[in-house]
C-alpha cells in the first residue's frame, strides 16, 4: 500500500459551476499546459492571481466572449498545479465552445471529482479533506455544510492524528522494552507508563469512534421509518412531516405499497423520512413485498416511528417500541391518561400534537448539536476506524497478559495503518476509484 500510487498526467478542463442557463459560468483548467491555453485563450500572458477582463477566442481566434480569467501558479492552487478559472456568461454553447478550444488544444475533459484527486496526490489535502469536498457539495442543511467545512479545514484528520501520535508513542515504547532490558530503562520506560499510555490511547479511540458516528449521521442524516397497520393513517401522517402530499392518501387498507421517502430538514438537520406499506399478512405478492420492504426499512432506520389508530390505546402493547405514535386523535370521544414521554397523541388531519413529535424528533440530534466540534464522515472512516481499535484492545490485552512484547508491537503496527487509510497516508486505487466517483465533474 502506497499513497502515491500514480502521477495523473494531462491537462484537465472542466465546467466548474453548475450546468444549464447561468449568470456566469465557470471553466477550470488544470495541469502543465495551462499556462499555455490561457495565453491561446486570452491573447494575454497569465500572471499568478490576477483577475484579468479579457476576451475568450475559440479556433482560428474567433471571438467567444468576454469574461473574467484567473490564472494560479502551481503549487500554490487548488490541484497544486497550474490551474486556470474563466468565467464567461452562463450559456451552455459559450461553454462548449471554449471547452472545446482547450481540447482542441491538448487537453482533455476531467473525470468527476479529477480536480479534488490531484489536489489529494499533489498533498494539498488527505483523503478525509477530499471526501469533506464532496460532503460540502452535497450538504443539504447548514449543520451539515458547517460540519464538512471543518472536516474540510482538517479537523477530522487531526482527531485521527492525534491518536495515531499516541499509537506511535505506545509502539515507540514497546520497541525500545523489547531492545533493553528492564535494570537498563529509564522510569518513563517501564510497564506502568506502558499502561497509562495505553488507557490514554484508548479513551482518545473511543472518543473519536463516537464522534464518527456522530459525523455519520450529520453527513447522511437520520433515518425515520413510519410502521404500522394498513388504514392507521401511516401515510397522512408522513405528508404532514413532509408538509407535502407526497405520498397516496386512502381511507382504503393496504393503499401504499412501495416505500415512499423524502428529504427533509428539522432545526438545520437532514432527515429521510420513509413512509411504508401497512403490516398485515396478504395473498397478494405485490403486497407481500411491499410488507417485507417495510420490515427492512424498520431493521435499518435509526428510529422508528410505529403509527396505531388512537381508539385502540388501551390494548396495544408498549413493549420494545421505542416511540409509539397514536393518531387520529380527534375522532376520540375521551381523551386517554398517557404519561409516557415515548407516546404521542396526535391527529395527522388536523396537525394537533404533531408538534410534539417534531420536538421530540429533533431531541434525536441533540448529541450532534452539542458536538461544537462535529464533523462530517463516512461509513468507510467507521470500519477503519473500528479496525485500528480492534488491533488496539489485542495489543492492551497482550500487555495486560504478558504476551511476547514483538505481538504487541504487531497489533499497534495494524492499529496505525488502520488509522492510515483514513487519511488516505496509506490507500489503494480501487479506494480512490471508489471515492472520487461520485464527484461531479469540475471539482
Ligand atoms: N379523522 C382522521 N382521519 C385520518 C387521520 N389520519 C389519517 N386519516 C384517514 O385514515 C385513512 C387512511 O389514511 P392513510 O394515511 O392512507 O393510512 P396508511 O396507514 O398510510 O394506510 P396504508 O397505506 O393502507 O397502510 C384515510 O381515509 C385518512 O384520511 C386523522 O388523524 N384523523
Ligand atoms: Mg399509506
Same mark, same amino acid.
Given at each position: 500500500?502506497?499513497?502515491?500510487?500514480?502521477?495523473?498526467?494531462?491537462? /484537465? &478542463? !472542466?465546467?466548474? @459551476?453548475?450546468? *444549464?442557463?447561468?449568470?456566469?459560468? %465557470?471553466?477550470?483548467? #488544470?495541469?502543465?499546459? =495551462?499556462?499555455?491555453?490561457?495565453?491561446?485563450?486570452?491573447?494575454?500572458?497569465?500572471?499568478?492571481?490576477?483577475?484579468?477582463?479579457?476576451?475568450?477566442?475559440?479556433?482560428?481566434?474567433?471571438?467567444?466572449?468576454?469574461?473574467?480569467?484567473?490564472?494560479?501558479?502551481?503549487?500554490?492552487?487548488?490541484?497544486?498545479?497550474?490551474?486556470?478559472?474563466?468565467?464567461?456568461?452562463?450559456?451552455?454553447?459559450?461553454?462548449?465552445?471554449?471547452?472545446?478550444?482547450?481540447?482542441?488544444?491538448?487537453?482533455?475533459?476531467?473525470?468527476?471529482?479529477?480536480?479534488?484527486?490531484?489536489?489529494?496526490?499533489?498533498?494539498?489535502?488527505?483523503?478525509?479533506?477530499?471526501?469533506?469536498?464532496?460532503?460540502?457539495?452535497?450538504?443539504?442543511?447548514?449543520?451539515?455544510? /458547517? &460540519? !464538512?467545512?471543518? @472536516?474540510?479545514? *482538517?479537523?477530522?484528520?487531526?482527531? %485521527?492524528?492525534?491518536? #495515531?501520535?499516541?499509537? =506511535?508513542?505506545?509502539?515507540?515504547?514497546?520497541?525500545?522494552?523489547?531492545?533493553?532490558?528492564?535494570?537498563?530503562?529509564?522510569?518513563?520506560?517501564?510497564?506502568?507508563?506502558?499502561?497509562?499510555?495505553?488507557?490514554?490511547?484508548?479513551?482518545?479511540?473511543?472518543?473519536?469512534?463516537?464522534?464518527?458516528?456522530?459525523?455519520?449521521?450529520?453527513?447522511?442524516?437520520?433515518?425515520?421509518?413510519i410502521m404500522g397497520e394498513p388504514n392507521v393513517g401511516k401515510s397522512s401522517l408522513f405528508n404532514k412531516i413532509?408538509?407535502?402530499?407526497?405520498?397516496?392518501v386512502s381511507s382504503k387498507a393496504?393503499t401504499?405499497?412501495?416505500?415512499?421517502?423524502?428529504?427533509?430538514?428539522?432545526?438545520?438537520?437532514?432527515?429521510?423520512?420513509?413512509?411504508?406499506?401497512g403490516l398485515r399478512?396478504?395473498?397478494?405478492?405485490?403486497?407481500?413485498?411491499?410488507?417485507?420492504?417495510?420490515?427492512?426499512?424498520?431493521?435499518?432506520?435509526?428510529?422508528?416511528l410505529e403509527v396505531f389508530d388512537a381508539k385502540d390505546w388501551k390494548t396495544i402493547n408498549r413493549e420494545?417500541k421505542s416511540t409509539i405514535v397514536l393518531n387520529k386523535s380527534d375522532l376520540l370521544e375521551d381523551n386517554p391518561q398517557l404519561d409516557e414521554p415515548n407516546i404521542f397523541l396526535l391527529s395527522a388531519k388536523t396537525g394537533k400534537g404533531v408538534d410534539r413529535l417534531l420536538d421530540h424528533i429533533?431531541?434525536?440530534?441533540?448529541?450532534?448539536?452539542?458536538?461544537?466540534?462535529?464533523?462530517?464522515?463516512?461509513?468507510?472512516?467507521?470500519?477503519?476506524?473500528?479496525?485500528?481499535?480492534?488491533?488496539?484492545?489485542?495489543?492492551?490485552?497482550?500487555?495486560?497478559?504478558?504476551?511476547?512484547?514483538?505481538?504487541?508491537?504487531?497489533?499497534?503496527?495494524?492499529?496505525?495503518?488502520?488509522?492510515?487509510?483514513?487519511?488516505?497516508?496509506?490507500?489503494?486505487?480501487?479506494?480512490?476509484?471508489?471515492?472520487?466517483?461520485?464527484?461531479?465533474?469540475?471539482?
Amino acid at each position: 500500500m502506497n499513497k502515491k500510487i500514480k502521477k495523473v498526467t494531462g491537462t /484537465i &478542463a !472542466a465546467q466548474a @459551476s453548475a450546468r *444549464g442557463a447561468a449568470g456566469i459560468s %465557470v471553466i477550470r483548467v #488544470s495541469g502543465p499546459q =495551462t499556462k499555455e491555453f490561457f495565453s491561446e485563450i486570452t491573447k494575454k500572458t497569465p500572471v499568478d492571481r490576477n483577475a484579468a477582463y479579457t476576451t475568450f477566442y475559440g479556433s482560428n481566434d474567433k471571438e467567444i466572449d468576454s469574461g473574467v480569467a484567473v490564472f494560479f501558479e502551481g503549487p500554490k492552487s487548488y490541484t497544486g498545479e497550474d490551474v486556470a478559472e474563466f468565467s464567461s456568461h452562463g450559456s451552455p454553447a459559450i461553454v462548449e465552445m471554449i471547452l472545446n478550444r482547450i481540447y482542441e488544444l491538448g487537453g482533455r475533459e476531467a473525470q468527476p471529482g479529477e480536480f479534488t484527486k490531484r489536489a489529494y496526490l499533489n498533498d494539498k489535502m488527505d483523503l478525509t479533506q477530499a471526501e469533506a469536498v464532496a460532503d460540502l457539495i452535497e450538504s443539504t442543511s447548514a449543520r451539515t455544510a /458547517i &460540519a !464538512a467545512k471543518r @472536516s474540510l479545514a *482538517g479537523e477530522f484528520s487531526k482527531k %485521527v492524528g492525534d491518536i #495515531s501520535n499516541k499509537v =506511535t508513542g505506545v509502539r515507540v515504547l514497546v520497541e525500545t522494552m523489547l531492545d533493553f532490558s528492564d535494570q537498563d530503562l529509564d522510569e518513563t520506560k517501564h510497564p506502568e507508563t506502558l499502561l497509562s499510555m495505553l488507557e490514554e490511547a484508548k479513551d482518545s479511540f473511543e472518543k473519536l469512534i463516537e464522534q464518527t458516528r456522530i459525523g455519520i449521521r450529520v453527513r447522511n442524516g437520520l433515518v425515520i421509518t413510519i410502521m404500522g397497520e394498513p388504514n392507521v393513517g401511516k401515510s397522512s401522517l408522513f405528508n404532514k412531516i413532509c408538509g407535502s402530499e407526497r405520498a397516496i392518501v386512502s381511507s382504503k387498507a393496504g393503499t401504499t405499497r412501495d416505500i415512499v421517502s423524502e428529504n427533509i430538514t428539522i432545526d438545520g438537520f437532514p432527515l429521510k423520512v420513509l413512509d411504508t406499506a401497512g403490516l398485515r399478512y396478504s395473498e397478494d405478492e405485490i403486497e407481500q413485498e411491499g410488507v417485507k420492504r417495510a420490515l427492512e426499512a424498520g431493521k435499518s432506520a435509526d428510529m422508528v416511528l410505529e403509527v396505531f389508530d388512537a381508539k385502540d390505546w388501551k390494548t396495544i402493547n408498549r413493549e420494545n417500541k421505542s416511540t409509539i405514535v397514536l393518531n387520529k386523535s380527534d375522532l376520540l370521544e375521551d381523551n386517554p391518561q398517557l404519561d409516557e414521554p415515548n407516546i404521542f397523541l396526535l391527529s395527522a388531519k388536523t396537525g394537533k400534537g404533531v408538534d410534539r413529535l417534531l420536538d421530540h424528533i429533533a431531541d434525536q440530534f441533540i448529541d450532534a448539536d452539542s458536538h461544537e466540534s462535529s464533523i462530517t464522515a463516512r461509513e468507510r472512516h467507521l470500519r477503519s476506524i473500528g479496525d485500528a481499535y480492534t488491533a488496539f484492545c489485542k495489543a492492551e490485552k497482550g500487555v495486560v497478559e504478558n504476551e511476547a512484547l514483538d505481538l504487541v508491537a504487531e497489533e499497534l503496527l495494524q492499529a496505525q495503518n488502520s488509522l492510515a487509510e483514513v487519511t488516505g497516508e496509506f490507500t489503494t486505487e480501487d479506494l480512490l476509484g471508489e471515492i472520487f466517483k461520485s464527484f461531479c465533474i469540475g471539482k
